[in-house]
């Protein structure tokens, strides 16, 4: 429950090197599970206003067979906060002192591949990017109960943005 006005600040150059910190952090403690670390969500993206929370998409082998990474991440201070088992097997932590939502998928899972998407479509349409950074502030100038509230009021730009990304993606597969 969040009950409260959603923090979106102005983008800070130091999100790329917490996120590296926590990268090295992770594959340190899973040297071989880990099949891939991303830098996910708003702070992977220069120039966007955010929460100040960094976004982490951990791939392995199999997300439900938690005995190959929770012990590890447990150990280096990661909380498990979310348990998905409808969900593409989807488990999520936070950080023991960066602000971090760590999200761990099964290798093949569709969501962190969506997630890489809209990261590098960001990265690259400046347009869309200041939609996007203009829509959560004025989201976030309201009251939540949930922050899945919040989302959901983003949700209509962001299947917007998608709809552009996959139309692209498919003028030049046809191309």
Do not use: C
């Not at 760590?102 to 969506?114: F, I, N, Y």
């Not at 203009?134 to 309201?142: D, M």
């Amino acid at each position: 429950m969040l009950s409260s006005k959603v923090e979106v600040v102005d983008y800070d150059p130091h999100w790329p090197s917490l996120y590296e910190s926590e990268r090295a952090r992770i594959s340190s403690v899973l040297t071989d599970a880990a099949i891939s670390l991303h830098h996910v969500g708003s702070t992977s993206v220069p120039g966007l206003a955010a929460k100040p929370v960094i976004d982490i998409d951990l791939i392995v082998a199999n997300s439900a067979n938690e005995a190959t990474y929770l012990p590890a991440l447990e150990g280096a201070g990661y909380r498990l906060v979310i348990r998905e088992e409808g969900w593409e097997e989807h488990r999520a932590f936070k950080g023991p002192d960066t602000n971090v939502n760590l999200h761990v998928w099964s290798d093949g899972a569709d969501e962190p591949a969506r997630h890489l998407l809209f990261r590098d479509w960001l990265r690259e349409h400046p347009e869309d990017r200041d939609l996007y950074a203009a829509t959560k502030r004025q989201v976030a100038l309201e009251d939540w109960k949930y922050i899945s509230d919040y989302n959901a009021a983003k949700a209509p730009v962001i299947r917007d943005i998608y709809a552009r990304i996959f139309a692209s993606r498919a003028k030049e597969t046809a191309q």
